[in-house]
């Protein structure tokens, strides 16, 4: 009805009027346009007529400029600008043209959602291997209908980008490759229209855990591992190795990986207290990013002991005590073990606080020579042994007896060595008292048979032989015979056919040996009325067991041959003897040994 009006009073200007508002209408429609952040410009043609007036309503009324505004022509250049709006808000915006014939006009309407805001405190939990999660906050003004989450893997350029979409404030990532480094980006999506910033972070995965590892040298001050890589390897560049105390000059270090895939690697910790027991980490390293550790615990070899000793008054047949010193220097320890021999299955064990002494009374054999091991232990390492070697002392001999040959009226001694005990040579013991007299001769000799022949004895002395079975330079108990000579003989024949080659060859003892004694008549021995030549004499003997703790006053002297025809040792013994006077000269024994290479030389 208004244009109808107005078109019979000028309907020519009015028609013009109509078309220059549709082309300005067609021209808004061609230029509006929504830039970030909750900022819309609305472009104006370019020319635009005087006196033109436009009104900018919108809902809700937050923004500038402020709702209901009005914008001349002159205010205008080519567009009006709205910002400050609310993000993630939908908005319904009208604008109106007014001039001097039209009133507010309708030239524009347009519903907008404006761009949310970004989420904020981002939050990524990598402390998983395969597995990440993310937390994060909602933005705080305006609204959004979900998030957008971009997952980028550096690691991997070959894989492709990982979009996900929530309405959570979290998410989990799933199926990552250990060690691995991305990148996330976040955005908020409100009615399907994102943010226009985001919050993007990197991180990293934790990497696998080194395989299992091994000491592959210690001794006193040095451990050397050796270890296994990661299975799967996945993805890291380092290993750390840390050791506890802090006892090495280097106590933590980086160990770059070796070869794809990667191999074995070592690392090495020097300067540690002998003894001391270590923990001893390994973790695999990725961009910053530590592993769990694979953890052991490893002792240092503590010093070793000394001076192992044995109680010689302590050998028996089947027992002995060890003694020993502990380790000379700074060392820790638990305590020792003694064992005899390396491969003992069950060796004492002495504590450190406790004497250092320990008895062996088990499974013992007489006469046989034994090596003990000394060691000091921290945990289950044994130090490098100190060792010593004692030899059970043997059983005394048997059957000891004194024997006369009629024929050769020679007497032999001989003796039984006991079956349960090992010795290698015998020791004997001889002594000559003289009737009426205090003084003593003491000798001694060593064989290795059974028996010894004995000639030469003196009438009116005694003789008493000690026999010691002899191991190792350890002796037994000693057997004793004694010998009375109550009568004279005449000489000792000591010869016989498989001798002959021998006295050849020394002179030590005659091939046959004559010898007569004559006691001269003197005050002191008026009962003897004639010279008389020496015969075997009768003879009282006794046997005793006892050990032998005389003083040896002179050795005589014993010269040894080896031979294999001499059937057994031979003593002669040649003593000059005047009973008026107090001092006589040294008895001189001279010995043959049937053993090869035991009695060589002369010994006094």
């Known amino acids: 009805v208004w244009e109808h009006r107005h078109t019979h009073q000028g309907g020519k200007k009015i028609s013009k009027m109509r078309k220059v508002l549709q082309l300005w209408l067609v021209i808004l429609d061609g230029f509006l346009q929504v830039i970030v952040c909750t900022e819309l410009i609305i472009r104006l043609p370019g020319y635009l007529p005087q006196e033109v007036v436009y009104r900018l309503d919108y809902s809700p009324n937050i923004g500038s400029p402020t709702a209901n505004s009005t914008f001349t022509s002159s205010e205008l250049e080519d567009a009006i600008t709205f910002s400050g709006g609310s993000p993630g808000t939908l908005y319904n915006f009208r604008l109106y043209f007014s001039n001097s014939t039209i009133l507010d006009w309708l030239t524009w309407t347009a519903t907008i959602n404006t761009a949310p805001d970004p989420p904020s405190n981002l939050d990524i939990d990598a402390n998983y291997g395969t597995n990440a999660l993310l937390r994060w906050q909602p933005p ?8 957008r989450v971009g997952v ?17 404030t979290d998410s989990a990532l799933n199926d990552l490759s250990p060690g691995a480094t991305y990148g996330v980006n976040l955005y908020t999506v409100y009615e399907s ?12 995965t934790k990497p696998n855990t080194p395989g299992r590892f091994i000491i592959w040298f210690r001794n006193e001050t040095t451990l050397l591992i050796l270890w296994q890589p990661p299975y799967p390897a996945g993805h890291f560049t380092d290993y750390k190795v840390s050791i506890n105390p802090k006892d ?7 160990v770059p990986k070796e070869g794809e895939p990667p191999v074995p690697s070592q690392a090495a910790f020097n300067d540690l207290v002998p003894g001391r027991a270590y923990n001893i980490s390994v973790e695999t390293v990725s961009e910053g990013k530590i592993s769990d550790p694979t953890t052991a615990q490893y002792r240092t070899v503590p010093l070793r002991p000394y001076n192992v000793i044995f109680d010689s008054e302590a050998i028996g047949p089947d027992s002995f005590i060890v003694r020993w010193s502990g380790p000379d220097g700074i060392s820790e320890f638990d305590g020792y073990q003694v064992a005899i021999g390396i491969r003992r299955k069950t060796p004492q064990i002495i504590g450190r606080g406790a004497a250092r002494i320990a ?12 090596q003990v091991v000394v060691k ?13 070697n004692v030899t ?25 060595a006991d079956i349960q005990s090992q010795q290698d040579s015998y020791k004997i013991i001889y002594t000559e008292t003289v009737l009426y007299s205090a003084r003593t001769i003491i000798s001694m000799v060593y064989v290795t048979e059974f028996r010894i022949k004995i000639c030469l004895l003196q009438p009116m002395y005694t003789y008493s032989f000690w026999v010691h079975a002899v191991s190792n330079g350890i002796e037994s108990m000693g057997r004793r015979v004694q010998y009375e000579a109550t009568d004279l003989s005449s000489e000792c024949d000591i010869e016989d056919d498989r001798e002959k080659e021998y006295n050849k060859e020394t002179t030590a003892i005659p091939a046959k040996t004559n010898m007569t004694t004559t006691r001269n008549r003197t005050e002191s021995d008026s009962n003897l009325k004639q010279d008389v030549k020496m015969k075997q004499p009768t003879t009282k003997s006794s046997i005793t067991t006892t050990p032998l703790s005389v003083e040896t006053r002179k050795l005589a002297t014993r ?35 049937t053993t090869n290479g035991y009695l060589s030389g002369n010994r006094q």
Request: charged share 20%; proline share 5%.
């Open 193 to 204: 229209k994102e943010s226009q910033a985001y919050l993007s972070s990197n991180f990293t």
């Open 376 to 388: 000091t232990v921290s945990g289950s390492v044994a130090s490098w042994p100190a060792t010593g």
């Open 248 to 254: 090495a000059i280097v106590s933590e270090k980086y």
């Open 392 to 416: 059970t002392k043997p059983l005394p001999v048997k059957n000891l007896r004194l024997k006369t040959d009629e024929k050769t009226e020679e007497i032999t001694l001989s003796w039984n």
């Open 559 to 593: 010269s040894t041959t080896n031979t294999s025809t001499q059937p057994f040792t031979t003593i002669s013994i040649k003593t000059t003897t005047t009973l008026a006077a107090t001092t006589r000269k040294l008895t001189t024994i001279s010995t043959t040994t």
């Open 140 to 147: 705080t003004v305006g609204g959004f209908s979900g998030f």
């Open 152 to 168: 980028i893997p550096f690691s991997e350029p070959n894989k492709t980008i990982k979009t996900i979409t929530t309405r959570k």
């Open 359 to 370: 008895k062996f009374e088990n499974n013992l054999l007489p006469g046989r020579t034994y």
